[in-house]
């Protein structure tokens, strides 16, 4: 019985030690960022994290329910911090921004349509301070305005890892 506790113990020292060295990490992960988002719209989502409270977020991707491609670039940054007392070891901030969305769709008689609009991503991310990734989902008013002025909405969820 002895040799097991002993076993057991060497065995989860890495682990114990790991998580303590995790939860002095306070600061979510800073770098460059790639993943996935699906919803509207479903593609690759790109990251860099300038600081602790705001980073670039883009995605190529397709967009199922406008039948186009979908590229965008935002700037987000901090709103709040959502706290958990129950689990320490994760973030939950709130986070808002503006970007620009680029779309290139199918037109009438075979021409290609190239659109261009303003998007206002309001979202949450869910940061474990164990692993540098994130994971998100937000809602995002646009405003078309080319060729014609309108509005809608996109929304997705995603995750990423930071290298």
């Known amino acids: ?6 076993g057991l113990l060497v065995a989860l020292l890495p682990t114990a030690s790991y998580a303590a060295e995790a939860k002095t990490r306070t600061e979510p992960p ?4 790639v993943g996935i988002v699906l919803g509207v719209p479903t593609g690759v989502s790109l990251g860099y994290r300038i ?3 705001s980073h670039f977020d883009a995605a190529v991707a397709w967009s199922v329910t406008q ?4 590229m965008h670039v ?3 940054f901090e709103l709040m911090q959502i706290v958990d007392p129950n689990a320490p070891m994760y973030q939950f901030p709130l986070y808002s921004g503006v970007g620009m969305r680029f779309q290139v769709a199918p037109g009438n ?7 261009m609009g303003v998007r206002a991503p309001i979202g949450i ?13 937000e809602i995002v008013p646009v405003m078309s305005l080319y060729p014609s002025t309108r509005f809608g909405f996109d929304g997705a969820i995603g995750a990423r890892y930071y290298f």
């Open 1 to 6: 019985m002895k040799k097991i506790s002993i």
């Open 30 to 33: 800073k770098g460059f960022g």
């Open 51 to 53: 600081s602790s409270k």
């Open 67 to 70: 039948d186009s491609v979908h």
């Open 74 to 76: 935002d700037y987000l």
């Open 109 to 115: 008689g075979g021409s290609v349509g190239t659109f």
């Open 125 to 137: 991310t869910f940061l474990p301070q164990v692993a540098p990734f994130e994971v998100f989902a």
